[in-house]
């Protein structure tokens, strides 16, 4: 399994970003797997922050719902997460993995952003 995440960067509050992953090496075609988004901030654990399902439901968790989206193009086997009104608290290295209901244990290198004013 490989993941390379992207799309990362410096931002202020209220700035938005979009990240992107490409996904390869899965036994099945991406649109088999529910996929999350995750994200470590400094010296905190790695937390679940949205996934899409494989029928394309999508969950949050609060602290992002209404400000980040998740969307996926299974033919080119990216998964995206759209972040808009970031806040400092977003600051945080995120990756994305194929998501089964508990922590992946194998990651990217995942893309960092930093949200400043």
């Known amino acids: 399994l490989q993941l390379v995440e992207s799309g990362g960067g410096l931002a202020q509050p209220g700035d938005s970003l979009r990240l992107s992953c490409v996904v390869s090496?899965?036994?099945?075609?991406?649109?088999?797997?529910?996929i999350g988004w995750f994200r470590q901030a400094p010296g905190k654990e790695r937390e679940l922050v949205a996934t899409?399902?494989?029928?394309?439901?999508?969950d949050y968790i609060p602290a992002v719902e209404g400000r980040f989206t998740i969307s996926r193009d299974n033919a080119e086997n990216k998964i995206f997460l759209q972040m808009n009104s970031l806040q400092p608290e977003d600051t945080a290295v995120y990756y994305c993995?194929?998501?089964?209901?508990?922590?992946?244990?194998?990651w990217g290198q995942g893309t960092q952003v930093s949200v400043t004013a």
């Open positions: 899409i399902a494989r029928g394309g439901a999508k």
């Open positions: 993995n194929p998501y089964r209901g508990t922590m992946p244990t194998s």
């Open positions: 090496g899965l036994a099945l075609n991406l649109d088999y797997y529910s």
